[in-house]
């Protein structure tokens, strides 16, 4: 989807990596076991200190459930990037999946199509969180607090580029963070 729309993205695979981008997507899977991969390579303490710094994070599904403050589950352990609360699995099984369309605030233009498979949700919200999209009966299903957003859908099943877009900007916003400590002769925003 990056690619779509022009930007340079990388699979990031070793801690290193994380030098080398202004945005990382935690996408959506298996929750324990991005948590377990994240421990075993020793992505934690510099992804917490590279967000902190002003580096974009966007978990989609599996990915908000990675970054959560806190689970309803016992497991596994969030990372405690965005202060949210998330139930795991909250529309059900795989055979409960759904499509939906969504009003995001700060897109533009006609209702985002949303896929949802094994869906998390968030059930509350921190004082500096802000709510961008939910479901008709009110749920929260995107959220955002300064470069870091979270959505309990997976936006790369459709064609729709516009939320990527969005995490773009962010991730442009976090290049010219003085915070970053970067050189400004260094190669295009990647993510």
């Known amino acids: 989807m990056f690619r779509k729309i022009g930007i340079n993205a990388i699979e990031v695979r070793k801690v290193q990596q994380l030098s080398e981008i202004d945005g990382l997507v935690i996408p959506?899977?298996?929750?324990?076991?991005?948590v377990k991969?994240?421990?075993?390579?020793?992505?934690?303490?510099?992804?917490?200190?590279?967000?902190h710094y002003g580096?974009?994070?966007w978990g989609t599904c599996a990915g908000m459930i990675v970054i959560a403050r806190e689970l309803a589950d016992s497991y596994p352990i969030p990372l405690n990037l965005i202060d949210i609360s998330v139930a795991r699995n909250y529309f059900g099984r795989q055979v409960d999946s759904f499509e939906a369309e969504l009003h995001i605030d700060g897109i533009e233009g006609d209702p985002m199509r949303a896929v949802f498979i094994r869906a998390p949700i968030v059930q509350t919200i921190g004082e500096e969180v802000m709510q961008i999209a939910?479901?008709?009966?009110?749920?929260?299903?995107?959220?955002k607090k300064d470069?870091?957003?979270?959505?309990?859908?997976?936006p790369e099943l459709t064609s729709d580029t516009r939320l990527h877009a969005l995490f773009l900007e962010l991730a442009k916003e976090a290049r010219e963070d003085p915070r970053r400590n970067r050189s400004t002769e260094e190669?295009?925003?990647?993510?």
């Open 55 to 57: 580096m974009a994070l």
């Open 134 to 143: 939910s479901t008709d009966d009110g749920q929260a299903v995107a959220v």
């Open 37 to 51: 991969l994240l421990t075993r390579f020793d992505f934690i303490d510099q992804l917490r200190e590279k967000v």
């Open 187 to 191: 190669s295009p925003s990647s993510v």
């Open 28 to 34: 959506g899977g298996e929750s324990t076991t991005i």
């Open 147 to 154: 470069r870091i957003l979270a959505t309990s859908f997976h």
